[in-house]
């Protein structure tokens, strides 16, 4: 039997070769993989003074993948909070509860990924007696 050499070159040039398909297949793998992963987005509620809480769900494909409760605004403006979340499009389901007792319901959307912070202006969603 008879050794015949490789035919793509010395030891080191596969070596370098193999090298370079692995970090390639790294870099596609990883790239894969950061546009699925959750990330934090920063969200703030702006809200009137009448608002004494909030209730948000946020919705993908018709399920809840997250909610959020506040009971009286701690801020002037609203509520904040950070909320992690796949990239995609999300539905805010949010309902606004009046110190009379009223609720008023919202829907906003929600792109993610986001830079910063998201704000959603709600202040006009509840009217108020002139």
């Known amino acids: 039997m008879t050794d015949h050499p490789p035919n793509i070159g010395p030891p080191s040039s596969r ?10 297949g ?3 793998v990883a790239s894969r993989l950061a ?5 934090t987005v920063e969200i703030a509620f702006q809200v009137g003074p009448e608002i004494r809480e909030l209730d948000a769900d946020y919705l993908q494909g018709g399920s809840a993948v997250a909610s959020v409760r506040f ?3 701690t801020h002037l403006d609203g509520f904040r909070h950070a909320v992690r979340l ?4 999300y539905q805010i389901h949010i309902t606004l509860h009046g110190k009379d007792g009223s609720a008023v319901e919202e829907l906003r959307i929600l792109a993610v990924p986001t830079e910063g912070l998201t704000r ?3 202040r006009d969603a509840v009217e108020t007696p002139e």
């Not at 070596?15 to 390639?24: K, P, Q, S, W």
């Open 35 to 39: 546009n699925a992963w959750p990330r």
């Open 15 to 24: 070596r370098r070769i193999a090298t370079l398909i692995a970090a390639i």
């Open 120 to 122: 959603f202006d709600l």
């Open 71 to 73: 009971g009286g605004a």
């Open 86 to 89: 796949r990239p995609g499009e």
């Open 26 to 28: 790294i870099v596609f």
